[in-house]
């Protein structure tokens, strides 16, 4: 069964930090580009960051200098590191697999076959 569970969210102050974790089962980890994603109630799903099997990374420009993403691939792990995080950056995020694998990153959620159930975070002024 394939599966990624995310973990990290929580409620963080305006300026704060948080960390996201996402761990896949059942998938070839290390051949799937791996990602996240951003929604908000009446907004469509956006991509945030994503890496590939290779390490190259792609982030949204709304996150750049402030999110770092990284994968252990040892523990099929993806991780969001977010910093500067202002009361925009409250979603739901969730982490996203490609399923098969890409040469290069990609923030479109098209190329992206299997999701996560979501953390919720939420920044307050």
């Known amino acids: 069964q394939v599966q990624l569970v995310e973990s990290g969210g929580g409620s963080v102050q305006d300026g704060g930090s948080l960390r996201l974790s996402c761990v896949a089962s059942?998938?070839?980890?290390?051949?799937?580009?791996m990602g996240w994603f951003r929604q908000t109630p009446g907004k469509e799903r956006e991509g945030v960051a994503t890496i590939a099997t290779v390490g190259r990374e792609v982030y949204a420009d709304f996150v750049k200098g402030r999110f770092t993403i990284s994968r252990d691939n040892a523990k099929s792990t993806v991780y969001l590191q977010m910093n500067s995080l202002t009361p925009e950056d409250t979603a739901m995020y969730y982490c996203?697999?490609?399923?098969?694998?890409?040469?290069?990153?990609?923030?479109?959620?098209?190329?992206?076959?299997?999701w996560g159930q979501g953390t919720q975070v939420t920044v307050s002024s």
């Open positions: 996203a697999a490609s399923g098969i694998w890409y040469s290069s990153p990609t923030l479109r959620k098209v190329d992206f076959s299997i």
């Open positions: 059942g998938l070839t980890y290390s051949k799937n580009t």
